[in-house]
């Protein structure tokens, strides 16, 4: 007994040194709940988490760990389908939620379940659910700070918003105003909805250009870049400084412009592979390890001078990504 208790004991000792995931997940379920797939982050975003998961459940760390995808933001229709999840006996609810309270009643019922919930991107506010959050107001300031610095005479603004009544909307455009409030020379002087698409975008902006005068900058979400430009365009109107979002159109048209006459600016956007951390961490959890209740991840930002490099590793039609292993989770959790 005393041989076989030092060998398990080994055993463990190998697991832990070389970061494997426990057995005592390999019978769990996982899944995710996402509200929206209708842009090319979203897509991107459920990419990413059926390449990650699919591994580990090919490699036995879960037993399975389907996605399931609500139509346009409902969150009635999200609260069943958790709901049904719960009802399914799922261990963990990776959740990227259509609003960060409205789903707090049913995230309860799933933690009073012995369900782990963890919520990413669309984060919920209930306490019992973990949180992994990127600083979306911070996301909107930067914009403002960097236009500051490339046209410090100011001028007017449009703003291209993302999908009405969701969090990040509505935190990006909060830190876009805190933004033109600390650089007074900034005037906004319209404000579309794009929903992170292109088309939309495109659309929503020739809408609304025959009413503006002069747009010096376009402060953006991610999804909306390529289809300011384009309307700009087609209206016959100087393109402005438009902030981008990582997305290969508008980083194909960026480097275009770039090489046919200099264009400069930035981009930024959250990385859809955000759900391969949030997957990683329900699995900790779930394995017993202590992970904090709220997490904080950085926006992935694109600079002119690392352009080529973000392009050439960009999939077409995709976003610039980073996904995450369990080592790259496990250094997030430690904060390292």
Not at 11 to 31: Q, R
Not at 110 to 118: F, K, L, M, R, W
């Amino acid at each position: 007994m005393l041989r076989k208790n030092a060998l398990l004991s080994a055993l463990l000792g190998v697991a832990l040194l070389t970061g494997i995931a426990n057995a005592d997940t390999s019978g769990k379920k996982i899944a995710l709940s996402n509200n929206y797939a209708g842009n090319s982050w979203r897509q991107s975003m459920l990419k990413s988490w059926t390449k990650v998961t699919s591994q580990a459940v090919k490699d036995g760390v879960v037993a399975e760990a389907p996605a399931f995808t609500t139509a346009e933001n409902q969150v009635t229709e999200q609260a069943s389908q958790i709901q049904n999840l719960i009802l399914q006996g799922y261990d963990a609810i990776v959740l990227n939620a259509a609003s960060p309270d409205a789903l707090n009643g049913v995230v309860k019922q799933a933690c009073d379940a012995g369900i782990t919930v963890v919520s990413f991107d669309g984060v919920v506010t209930e306490p019992c659910a973990y949180r992994i959050a990127v600083d979306f107001k911070k996301m909107g300031e930067i914009q403002v700070d960097y236009l500051a610095k490339r046209i410090p005479d100011g001028g007017n603004l449009l703003e291209i918003r993302g999908l009405a009544g969701v969090f990040v909307d509505d935190e990006i455009s909060a830190g876009i105003h805190k933004g033109v409030a600390n650089h007074a020379q900034f005037k906004i002087i319209g404000s579309v909805h794009g929903n992170w698409a292109q088309d939309v975008t495109q659309k929503a902006v020739a809408g609304i250009l025959p009413s503006l005068a002069e747009v010096k900058g376009v402060v953006t979400q991610g999804g909306d870049g390529y289809g300011a430009a384009q309307a700009f365009k087609a209206a016959g109107r100087p393109i402005p400084l438009i902030i981008m979002g990582n997305r290969f159109d508008e980083l194909t048209w960026w480097k275009e412009q770039k090489d046919a006459n200099g264009y400069e600016t930035m981009s930024v956007s959250i990385a859809p592979g955000v759900s391969t951390l949030a997957f990683w961490v329900a699995q900790m959890v779930l394995d017993g390890q202590k992970v904090p209740h709220d997490l904080t991840v950085p926006f992935l930002q694109i600079d002119q001078d690392n352009l080529e490099t973000n392009l050439a590793t960009t999939e077409n039609g995709g976003v610039a990504n980073v996904e995450y292993s369990l080592e790259d989770s496990k250094k997030v959790v430690a904060g390292k």
